[in-house]
């Protein structure tokens, strides 16, 4: 069994900074893509338009065949003026990081209304907000890993309110509440889900450092609600893989006083196993809306005018997940390392 994908798209994924981007950024087209919207949570972050357009030209000189779509880092340094400048250089959307929340998240927002300006601009410039949808844990609120999202969700709702024009995507759902919530608002908002959050559950990162990430994976109900709207194909829901890799060293220990790293990288097997899980629920018929159709279309990236666009094979047929990726000094272990999956790539 054969199936052609046209020009899958990542709409979300880190390629970090540093020698280790040389390993990570050939794996987006090893995972089967010719797109990758890439995220901004870099030490520093990027937070101009100049630092966006430098990272991009790095990316660029690693791999050109890859459509990379740059982002800013929601933060007090960003203006009006900034966001039109940004948008005038082709720079596609605005990532907002809670403070604290995840990987390089210090320098995260606390307050949403501070940032109304320019979202204003946003709107105006058609600018698309990008919203990792958790608020920081609080013991005293009783706020907490498992119900970050949900506390989260009458924030989208007031931006969306405020800004009904403005693109937001909530980034990586975890839960069902979130999912009725994107539902519940309009054309403006989409909603990204990963392939490990359509696998896991609470159970498979408790005490597994390996399968560890932010948002983390929730209640078998929540699953099963991330896979129903596959199923069902909602345009406004598609692939963001929030591939964020890590050193071995840190994904896989901790210490009394430091946790281990959260992230979950799967760019080097993506396509394949987002096949390989929309078949084991019944939704492979749903496999190019998800990683191709839907997102192209709320980006307005249409697959006719895409220069690197090319049609991907999968072949049905069982082989393992390579056990780790290496490049000079540096390694990384994919997600479900040693694991089958039951589709590859044609080259």
């Known amino acids: 069994m054969t199936l052609q994908i046209s020009s899958p798209a990542d709409f979300h994924v880190h390629l970090r900074q540093g020698t280790i981007t040389d390993l990570i950024v050939p794996h987006v087209r090893k995972g089967g893509f010719d797109l990758a919207y890439v995220m901004p949570n870099l030490k520093p972050p990027i937070t101009s338009t100049d630092q966006a357009l430098e990272y991009q030209e790095r990316l660029l000189k690693i791999d050109s065949n890859v459509d990379y779509l ?15 400048k940004a948008s005038k250089a082709g720079i596609v959307g605005v990532k907002s990081y809670p403070r604290g929340v995840t990987t390089n998240s210090d ?20 600018m698309v907000l ?20 949900p506390s989260f969700l009458p924030h989208l709702f007031k931006i969306h309110e405020a800004f009904p ?31 490990h959050h359509l696998e896991l559950i609470v159970d498979d990162w408790a005490g597994q450092s390996w399968n560890f990430c932010k948002p983390v994976a929730k209640y078998p109900d ?38 281990c790293a959260a992230g979950i990288y799967t760019s080097p ?62 390694a990384l272990v994919p997600f479900w390392a040693g694991k089958q999956l039951n589709w590859e790539i044609v080259e």
């Open 70 to 84: 740059m982002t800013l880092y929601l933060s007090p340094e960003l203006t009006p003026d900034e966001i039109r």
């Open 107 to 126: 320098g995260g927002i606390e307050s949403y209304e501070t940032y109304y300006p320019i979202f204003q601009v946003m709107q105006e410039v058609d």
């Open 130 to 149: 990008n919203l990792h949808g958790e608020v920081p844990s609080d013991p005293s609120a009783n706020i907490h890993v498992l119900n970050a999202e």
């Open 165 to 195: 024009k403005l693109r937001i995507v909530l980034e990586h759902a975890t839960t069902r509440a979130a999912v009725d919530a994107v539902k519940k608002c309009g054309p403006t908002v989409a909603c990204t889900i990963t392939a």
């Open 222 to 259: 929540d699953r099963k609600a991330l896979q129903e709207v596959v199923r069902e194909g909602h345009p406004r829901f598609f692939l963001g893989s929030d591939s964020a890799p890590h050193p071995p060293d840190t994904k896989s220990t901790s210490s009394p006083s430091h946790a």
């Open 269 to 330: 097997i993506l396509l394949p196993l987002v096949a390989h899980l929309l078949e084991s629920f019944g939704a492979l018929d749903k496999l190019e809306d998800f990683v191709s159709t839907n997102g192209r279309s709320f980006y307005r990236r249409p697959i006719e005018t895409h220069v690197n666009g090319r049609t991907i094979q999968l072949h049905k047929t069982q082989n393992l997940v390579k056990g780790k990726y290496e490049f000079e000094n540096e």
